[in-house]
């Protein structure tokens, strides 16, 4: 989950987890306090990435925020979502179809060795290449050629996109399918970092100790512990790091990442649990951190299931109506959230409120819809969530509101972390619906739509398909400005309405904080803690 700050489940997504994530342990040996690092380090609860640590493999919020304290793309987003440049000097074009980039020259990743067109355009190549296996792959398939490197069956009739071109070192030309005029917003997702020479040696040893062009070089990762990583002296974009590292710590709970906050062995908490909400505020003062970002959390149902296949879109309407938004987020969430009105969270170009009820409680039509749809098969499902995450308190309490409302038998279907959650997503074992948290890889609506529910899209775990949805979608891509764009995908969000590939619960706030031995904590535009900006006392 998750554009230039984030992944999707990243964007991701990247997927949002309410926080898998680390213990603190004794002194390290060297005289550091229990669980505080180096001296002049800052600590976060980040869990155990999914994936090995490359760019194009990480589409969940764990992996992403370790990715993107290592390496930097083209582009970034500020905390309203404008585009910032960080690597490129600019992005251009004419037509919206090709597009011309111009790097900041005097850039190097942490081996010395120089950032050019070249260390993007075979980056890219070989992220989108399907012998190389890459989750994120997807999201080159704008580029021509891509179906050359990436066919539907078979091996690559090619090792590179011809829509790429270096024009000189610093300079280099994006040529695409088709027109896309948002195309420059999905530069800001980290997987469209660049990569050294030394990555092609061997991939899988990059995975596990990489080298980026990031405001921090990798220093250890002691597996399902910690992640260590050290700020980068000769980084030049405009977030360089103020403090001298990151440990990225791994906790079982995230009742435990707190308690550790509190007692000063932990900096920084990205979200704080059910059970502390209604005290955290108290606990940490100043520190205390609450505000809205681009998220939205739904629950996705798995459309290959034997629950959901060719169910009824009156069903899932019927149920959408049966869950107490109202109350759930006022009591259980503890008005840490916000009820959805549509499928794209405010935030992001193109929010709407959408005209219709099917969000809303109305207990009397929800048997109603339920009923005309011809029911839930077996009248029950069961919701899958990460355990890790604290989700447990308001999937019950989203189950026990369908169950009274519609007498469909709803019950928890954890998974003991995040990762395990995304492998069973992965691999199509998803038994009913899953929690989707989707945070912004880039602040355009098209981003909550073309990315989790077009056929192709690579995050449609729950394998929705709808040919009217997608020739919508590919229209909108080709809209000739990012203004009819960004319209036409609010139709095609109108449209969702009538197929639900999703229910839409609750648009995220991030209610996290941080301890009294640093400052300038701040939030970016996709709920991610600004590690790099964190000074120390």
């Not at 195309?183 to 991939?203: E, H, I, S």
């Not at 908490?269 to 059910?274: A, Y």
């Not at 109108?494 to 904590?521: F, Q, S, T």
């Amino acid at each position: 989950m998750r554009g230039a700050k984030s992944a999707k489940w990243v964007a991701g997504a990247i997927v949002v987890a309410l926080a898998a994530t680390a213990c603190g342990g004794d002194s390290d040996g060297e005289g550091n306090n229990k669980g505080s690092g180096p001296a002049g380090y800052v600590s976060i609860d980040v869990g155990e990435p999914q994936k090995p640590l490359i760019p194009a493999d990480t589409n969940e919020t764990l992996g992403s925020y370790v990715i993107q304290s290592l390496f930097t793309q083209l582009l970034d987003f500020d905390a309203e979502g404008n585009i910032v440049y960080t690597n490129a000097e600019s992005v251009t074009t004419d037509d919206s179809k090709t597009w011309t980039v111009k790097l900041k020259k005097g850039w190097k990743f942490h081996n010395g060795e120089e950032v050019t067109s070249k260390s993007y355009i075979d980056a890219w190549n070989w992220y989108a290449n399907i012998k190389n296996n890459q989750q994120n792959s997807f999201w080159f398939q704008d580029i021509k050629g891509y179906d050359d490197v990436h066919p539907e069956k078979g091996d690559p009739k090619a090792e590179a996109m011809s829509g790429l071109k270096a024009v000189d070192d610093h300079t280099f030309t994006i040529e695409l399918k088709n027109t896309m005029p948002y195309f420059n917003y999905k530069l800001g997702y980290t997987t469209w970092a660049p990569l050294p020479k030394v990555f092609y040696d061997d991939p899988k040893a990059f995975g596990q100790k990489p080298v980026g062009n990031g405001p921090y070089s990798f220093e250890k990762w002691d597996h399902k512990k910690l992640i260590q990583v050290k700020a980068w002296g000769d980084y030049q974009g405009p977030n360089k790091a103020k403090n001298k590292g990151v440990l990225f710590k791994n906790y079982t709970t995230v009742e435990a990442a707190y308690k550790d906050l509190v007692s000063g062995n932990l900096d920084m908490i990205r979200q704080v649990g059910p059970t502390d909400l209604p005290k955290y505020k108290q606990d940490l003062g100043d520190g205390a951190i609450d505000q809205p970002y681009a998220a939205l959390q739904t629950l996705t149902p798995a459309f290959y299931s034997k629950t959901f296949k060719d169910i009824d879109p009156k069903v899932l309407q019927g149920l959408s109506m049966a869950i107490d938004r109202d109350t759930i987020t006022k009591t259980v969430l503890n008005g840490t959230r916000t009820p959805a009105k549509g499928f794209t969270p405010p935030g992001v170009k193109g929010n709407q409120n959408l005209d219709t009820d099917v969000f809303t409680y109305n207990p009397a039509k929800a048997k109603q819809l339920i009923k005309e749809g011809g029911g839930v098969p077996g009248n029950k499902f069961s919701i899958q969530y990460n355990a890790d995450g604290g989700h447990k308190e308001w999937v019950t309490a989203v189950c026990e509101s369908i169950r009274k409302v519609t007498g469909v038998e709803c019950t928890g279907d954890a998974k003991p972390d995040f990762a395990t959650d995304l492998e069973a997503r992965d691999n199509d074992q998803v038994k009913g619906m899953y929690r989707g948290g989707w945070v912004a890889d880039y602040p355009v609506n098209a981003n909550f739509m073309k990315e989790l529910y077009h056929t192709t899209a690579e995050a449609n775990n729950g394998h929705f398909s709808n040919k009217e949805v997608d020739g919508l979608m590919n229209k909108a891509d080709n809209a000739k400005s990012l203004e009819e764009s960004v319209k036409a995908f609010q139709e095609v969000e109108k449209k969702l309405v009538e197929h639900m590939p999703a229910i839409p619960l609750w648009y995220y706030r991030i209610n996290g904080g941080h301890g009294k031995n640093v400052d300038n904590v701040n939030v970016d535009f996709h709920g991610d803690l600004e590690v790099w900006g964190v000074t120390t006392k």
